[in-house]
């Protein structure tokens, strides 16, 4: 059997690194070795520090782990950062410029001109740019849960059609605001329509996703995305209704097909973490729901339905996707497993 590349994992007793906990337990490619969080949590053990808001048990190893600070001196030298941004951006900084590799789900990098932001089957091409860095660390980064759905259902049509415009109104679930999250007296029987910061990310995320690498710079991509987005009363899986204008005429048919047809490198490769199908289209007029389907292909599947021709663009269609798996800790997995499909982990064996 493969030897299990070690790996450390930062701000690791908050919800989405109690995510990254449980999707690393039996991972075939990586055993956690280390946790991180707080200084009100280090020096506990881990079963001590953490308030466990996952279905499953915690995991037995992770347990009796002794929670360290987050400072540089972990022997892992893959590190997953789950941290809250408030404290992400000097964090990670440090650890890439002590030489490691942190893939991270912050979103205090994700425009910096040397970090990649990564969706592996939209952009893999892009993690090039860490081997054009001076220095032996890097900073890869995941982007904001609810634009990975979008990008994905986007990512054939650009390829085949051209997109130039887009119109995006979100339905987003209350684990997106991590946990306590909001008070119940809020979010039940209410929606709420305004998440900070979040509209700016889906306008902007995608160009940078959709764009190219060029000569180590980003040539973001041409499109002008409009986003309005609001948080309901679901738990997991965050729902997109989407209009697009394309650059190109073409049909339903044809858009259906460009998204059950589309393959990509992870894939190809098998990644553990990778979904057989990274898009699934339903016919049935009532579908996506995220009670029904956030966690096809294990919660890393986008489902899209309800295509239908738009009056005021071209196209409009329903986007789904699990939000704290594909939109957090499970699609940074699936980044640190291409980047080792690929080598660029080598040095850490």
Not at 147 to 169: D, Q, R, Y
Not at 245 to 266: A, H, V
Not at 285 to 291: D, L
């Amino acid at each position: 059997m493969e030897t299990k590349l070690e790996v450390a994992l930062l701000g690791a007793t908050g919800s989405v690194g109690q995510k990254f906990v449980e999707l690393l337990s039996n991972h075939p490619w990586f055993e956690l070795a280390e946790v991180a969080a707080s200084d009100k949590s280090a020096g506990k053990k881990y079963f001590d520090a953490v308030n466990w808001v996952m279905t499953s048990p915690i995991p037995e190893k992770a347990k009796e782990m002794i929670v360290q600070k987050c400072e540089p001196n972990l022997k892992s030298r893959l590190v997953f950062s789950a941290l809250d941004s408030n404290v992400a951006g000097e964090i990670e900084s440090e650890f890439a410029n002590k030489g490691y590799y942190v893939v991270s789900n912050a979103r205090n990098h994700r425009f910096d001109d040397d970090v990649p932001l990564i969706v592996p089957e939209v952009n893999p091409d892009h993690l090039e740019l860490i081997k054009s860095k001076n220095s032996s660390g890097a900073i890869i980064t995941n982007p904001n849960c609810s634009t990975i759905g979008l990008v994905l259902s986007l990512k054939p049509l650009h390829e085949l059609f051209g997109i130039e415009a887009v119109n995006v109104v979100t339905l987003q679930a209350v684990s997106g605001a991590g946990y306590p999250g909001l008070a119940s007296l809020d979010i039940i029987d209410n929606v709420i329509p305004f998440i900070s910061g979040e509209e700016g990310k889906m306008e902007s995320e995608p160009l940078k996703i959709l764009g190219e690498l060029k000569n180590n710079k980003f040539d973001y991509a041409k499109i002008k995305i409009s986003a309005q987005c609001n948080r309901v009363s679901v738990i997991d899986g965050h729902t997109e209704c989407v209009q697009i204008k394309l650059k190109k005429k073409t049909s339903l048919n044809e858009i259906i097909k460009s998204w059950e047809s589309f393959s990509s490198l992870p894939q190809k490769l098998n990644l553990p973490s990778a979904p057989k199908q990274p898009i699934v289209y339903f016919y049935n007029e009532k579908y996506p729901q995220p009670k029904l389907h956030r966690n096809l292909g294990n919660g890393m599947t986008v489902s899209i339905g309800r295509l239908r021709e738009c009056s005021l663009f071209d196209f409009k269609f329903v986007v789904l996707s699990h939000n704290t798996v594909r939109g957090a800790a499970g699609g940074t997995l699936l980044i640190s497993e291409l980047m080792k499909a690929q080598g660029y982990l080598d040095k850490f064996l």
